[in-house]
Each structure stands twice: as structure tokens, then as C-alpha cells.
């Protein structure tokens, strides 16, 4: 069956660059996407990218996306304070309108 | 707009007792998921509902019930409760896939439930 896996914590220091990694077993994966946690909070689309394309880059942020191992990172340059929070790695088939998230990964950012 | 809302924000129960949860979701959004989060389990699907019909389904015992109304506000339904059944439950509705190919979730703050 389908599968997200992801570590479930980074700890890094204030102005250094995270990388949160997650595997995924569905080959046919379209859309993978990264969600935001803030404490107290819904999740927030923070960034998404196709199955066809191997990087992605938003100001701070770096999607990698190795399609043959199956295998998505997200990394978050001179990482801040306000960066701390749980970040969820989800995939979504071509056919499917529900992603399956991974269990999240708590972002710990220390001065 | 308005972001997907849901009510009660926060409550407590006791167990054997049931709860209903409520979600408005974002104006013109006609899909709305409903998932469970707990610590150790992380982001679990329970329901999607479209147009007033369940769409797709998650791996829940029949305890875990939802509806949609023809507004596309949805409701769901937890009877006999347990204490497992305490968690972060969210709500996310998406737009016509017409209007995007992303299928981004929009997620309201959530209801968290405690179970005594």
C-alpha cells in the first residue's frame, strides 16, 4: 500500500540550512507537496512540485525530488526561529483526490 | 475569503459520550476531508465528501460518521467514545479541480478533542 515516511525530528541552529527528507513508495505519485504545522494551527501548503520535475526553488526554500528512489527533500536556508514547526511531506496519485501525508516532521530551531 | 472554519474550537467529553464537529468550508469549495491527528499516528484520513455524497473513505470504525450539507458545510460524528478518540480533528477543503491542478488542501485550525 501506500506509504510516507519522514523522520520525526530536526533540531538545527538559527541562520544554518535545515533539510527534511521523506521517502515514498507509490510510483505513480503525480503531486508531492510540503505542509506547514505551526503550533495551535491547520496545516498550510508551503510548497508542491510535479512528478516531471527534479527541483524546485521558492526563495528559501529548495525542493529536490528523486523520482527513481523515490525520495523528496525540502531544504530551508538560514533557517529562523519563526521557522519552527511540523512539516509534513504528502504524495498524491494522478487518479486520487486525497494525498497521504507522512507523520510530520517537528522542525526545532535554537538560537 | 474566508479560511475553512470549524467549531467547537476545543471540548472535552467524557467517554461513551458522542460529539459532532462542524466545518464551513472556503466559499466555493465543494470537497471537504476530515483527518484525525494524534502524536503517535500523525495525519490519518477519515472521510472526503463531495457534493453532499462521501467520495472517499479512510480505514475508521463505524463510530466515525460525516454528512455534507448542500452549502458544502460538513459535520462529522464520533459515537461511543473512547479515549483513543482524543486527537486534533481537521478539516480541509479544496477547490474545482478545474481551477487548479495543484489539489492544495486548505486546512481550518481544527477541534481538539479530549476524551476523560
Known amino acids: 500500500g501506500e506509504d510516507v515516511e519522514q523522520s520525526l525530528f530536526l533540531s538545527v541552529r538559527e541562520g544554518d540550512s535545515s533539510v527534511i527528507n521523506c521517502t515514498y513508495t507509490d510510483s505513480s505519485s503525480t503531486y508531492l507537496y510540503w505542509y506547514k504545522q505551526e503550533p495551535g494551527a491547520g496545516l498550510q501548503l508551503l510548497t508542491y512540485i510535479f512528478s516531471n520535475m527534479d527541483m524546485k526553488q521558492d526563495q528559501r526554500l529548495t525542493v529536490l525530488l528523486n523520482k527513481k528512489d523515490k525520495h523528496l527533500s525540502l531544504r530551508i536556508a538560514d533557517t529562523q526561529t519563526g521557522d519552527s514547526a511540523i512539516y509534513f511531506c504528502?504524495?498524491?496519485?494522478?487518479?486520487?483526490?486525497?494525498?497521504?501525508f507522512g507523520r510530520g516532521t517537528s522542525l526545532i530551531v535554537h538560537p | 475569503k474566508a479560511g475553512v472554519t470549524q467549531t467547537p474550537r476545543y471540548l472535552i467529553k467524557t467517554r461513551g459520550q458522542q460529539v459532532t464537529l462542524s466545518c464551513s468550508p472556503i466559499s466555493g469549495h465543494r470537497s471537504v476531508s476530515w483527518y484525525q491527528q494524534t502524536p503517535g499516528q500523525g495525519l490519518q484520513f477519515l472521510f472526503e465528501?463531495?457534493?453532499?455524497?462521501?467520495?472517499n473513505k479512510g480505514n475508521f470504525p463505524g463510530r466515525f460518521s460525516g454528512r455534507q450539507f448542500s452549502n458544502s458545510r460538513s459535520e462529522m460524528n464520533v459515537s461511543t467514545l473512547e479515549l483513543g478518540d482524543s486527537a486534533l480533528y481537521l478539516c480541509a477543503s479544496s477547490p474545482p479541480r478545474v481551477e487548479t491542478n495543484t489539489g492544495e488542501l486548505f486546512f481550518g485550525e481544527g477541534s481538539r478533542l479530549t476524551v476523560l
Open positions: 465528501y463531495f457534493s453532499e455524497t462521501q467520495r
Open positions: 504528502a504524495e498524491r496519485g494522478p487518479r486520487s483526490y486525497i494525498p497521504t
